[in-house]
């Protein structure tokens, strides 16, 4: 059984930072890669980032190049993504998933949420003064 669970989100000002971390079991971290995505209000799922399981590189969208750095601590078991600069249109329901297949989900042009089998609970984030 996959189990994701994310934490860190919260109310931040703008230009503000905050870190979520996903932690799942060694496992799966291991053998697939985690992918973050965000669902603002009205607006559909988007990938953010993921940490490919077969390269170890980092991919990102073209709205988080820059401003979010995804990281893995195998140690700790937790994928995070750190979040700065922020602004309110950064509001939304932050997810963290992970693909069914090895190798999916995790590419330089895209992040398919198509992809993605298990999904995590979310955690908020809120960017308001």
């Known amino acids: 059984q996959v189990q994701l669970v994310e934490s860190g989100g919260g109310l931040v000002q703008p230009g503000g930072s905050l870190r979520l971390s996903c932690a799942t079991s060694?496992?799966?971290?291991?053998?697939?890669?985690i992918g973050w995505f965000r669902q603002a209000p009205g607006k559909e799922r988007e990938g953010v980032s993921c940490v490919s399981v077969l390269s170890g590189n980092a991919y990102y969208s073209d709205a988080a190049k820059g401003r979010f750095t995804i990281s893995r601590d195998n140690a700790k078991n937790t994928v995070s993504l750190q979040m700065d600069h922020l602004k309110p249109e950064h509001k939304a329901v932050y997810y963290c998933?992970?693909?069914?297949?090895?190798?999916?989900?995790?590419?330089?042009?895209?992040?398919?949420?198509?992809?993605?089998?298990?999904w995590g609970q979310g955690t908020e984030v809120t960017v308001s003064s």
């Open positions: 060694a496992d799966t971290l291991g053998y697939y890669t």
């Open positions: 998933a992970t693909p069914q297949i090895m190798g999916y989900g995790c590419y330089e042009s895209t992040i398919p949420s198509a992809e993605y089998d298990h």
